[in-house]
């Protein structure tokens, strides 16, 4: 079997602009066991509700900065840091500000699988 390459229309949200990284991607279709979520936040305090996943999700903190809540610890990542919310603890994060949050979120799944807590 050879490689695939995704482009970035089959990802990227149809009114991202092309300089921001803004989009989902489930990799199972495509044979890869995880999903991808690419987020640009700009509004500080923006980011989504508590919830969990039956995996893990990893989440990689491109640039700005993050306050996350994961189980009952409440902290700050900031830009090159890497944060892992364990499978079923219920997570979530927002931006700490100032100026945009960038992050990278891997799901280890091939489709995503959310339940929403608040």
Do not use: C
């Not at 923006?46 to 969990?52: A, I, K, T």
């Amino acid at each position: 079997m050879a490689g695939k390459v995704i482009e970035r229309t089959a990802w990227a949200y149809p009114a991202s602009p092309a300089d921001r990284w803004s989009g989902e991607w489930e990799g199972g279709p495509d044979g890869a066991g995880i999903s991808v979520i690419f987020n640009h936040t700009e509004a500080v305090g923006g980011g989504p509700r508590l919830h969990s996943h039956p995996y893990p999700e990893t989440f990689i903190i491109r640039k700005g900065r993050a306050r996350f809540t994961v189980g009952g610890d409440v902290f700050e990542a900031v830009e090159g840091q890497i944060v892992v919310a364990p499978a079923g603890v219920p997570h979530k994060f927002e931006n700490a500000g100032p100026g945009p949050l960038e992050n990278i979120d891997i799901h280890e799944a091939g489709l995503f699988e959310t339940t929403w807590l608040e």
